[in-house]
């Protein structure tokens, strides 16, 4: 078990955030409360302590992690350009859900980017995260807390039971406010371009950029220089994933499990069935978005092997949902 400490999201106990700020200047590894999901946190200008979040979460090095900072400054010290785009969306959306990919400045290590010559930056929104960033006085490099390829943590016992001991301390603030990772907009190419939808929606985006491009459902999550495919299997349960459209699929999906086969359903009008494990989550995609990943860590608690889940609407407002729906689903994108 890892040290857990409780912490109050709206007003963080200073003895609480300078231990979490001192843990990682010595190296160590803090996982913590964002507005997304939980971050596995390291001090983000020491390759050494990034290392460790690479090996503790299992993820191949390749696979760039986000900076987060306190603010624009601190973004600008680790870039190479800031363009006008940068300005405009860190003016009216940090902190909050948004990530952005830019030249990186050489300050970054190449730990942090997977040797590629961009660099993710953040600045979250939670009061928690915010103030661990000010007390430190410099980046915090994190992933989503879990193990790789499975379901982002929304809560500290998800970090626990993901990746005990290979995290020194864990701050538990409850559960995250939007339960989906950011949205990433990469400013380095010549468009503007979302490469992953997440809990900032794509109307609040275009609101501040609207040439912003979104290449749709079928866009692949960019891993640096990731190929293609890579990352499809991705926020897996253990078990498999089926969708399902109505009533008479669901009693089908139900009527195919084997003996002994325990299923659960994530349900959002239908009703999951008579003596059926499930839960049923919110009709609007934020509420629904904010419920997903604690629903499919009760699915691996309740070791399913079978998770058979409602299908969600089309349009924008569903994207971030619909995109790791797909990727539980391992279909990819
Ligand atoms: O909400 C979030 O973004 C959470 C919280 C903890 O901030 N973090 C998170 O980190 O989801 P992670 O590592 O699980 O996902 C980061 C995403 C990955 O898709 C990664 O490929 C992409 O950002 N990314 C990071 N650096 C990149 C870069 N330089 N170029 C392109 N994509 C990059
Ligand atoms: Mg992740």
Known sequence: ???????????????????????????????????????????????AAVA?????????????LILHVDGVAMARSLVAS??????????????GPLTLILPRSARVPDAVTGGGATVAVRAPSHPVALAVIR????????????????????????????????VDLVLDAGPAEHGLESTVVDLAGTT???????????????R????????????????????????????????????????RDLERA???????EVAFVIARELAPGEGTRGRRLPADP??????????????????????IVEDVPEGDAWWAVRDRLRRAGGAGA
């Not at 503007?192 to 275009?206: K, N, T, W």
């Open 192 to 206: 503007p371009r979302v490469l992953r939808p997440g809990a900032l929606d794509l109307a609040s985006l275009r």
């Open 208 to 247: 501040v950029l609207p040439d912003v491009a979104w290449d749709g459902p079928t866009v692949v999550e960019a891993g640096v220089r990731a190929s293609p495919g890579t990352d499809l299997r991705h926020y897996s349960p253990a078990g498999r994933v089926v969708f399902v459209q109505n009533a």
């Open 286 to 307: 934020a509420g629904y978005g904010a419920a997903l990943y604690d629903a499919l860590h009760a699915a691996d608690e309740e070791r399913a092997s079978l998770v």
């Open 1 to 47: 078990m890892p040290r857990v400490l409780p912490v109050d999201p709206r007003a963080p106990d200073p003895a609480i955030v300078r231990e979490a700020a001192r843990v990682l200047a010595e190296g160590g590894l803090v996982a913590l409360p964002t507005e997304t999901v939980y971050g596995l946190g390291a001090l983000g200008t020491d390759a």
């Open 135 to 166: 007390a430190l006085g410099a980046p915090i490099a994190a992933p989503s807390a879990n193990r790789y390829q499975t379901v982002s943590p929304t809560r500290a016992e998800h970090v626990v039971r993901s990746l005990g001991d290979a």
């Open 254 to 260: 139900l009527a195919s499990r084997g003996p002994g």
């Open 82 to 95: 800031w363009p006008e785009s940068a300005d405009r969306l860190a003016a009216s959306l940090w902190p």
């Open 52 to 64: 460790r979040v690479f090996a503790a979460k299992g993820r191949p090095a390749t696979h760039a």
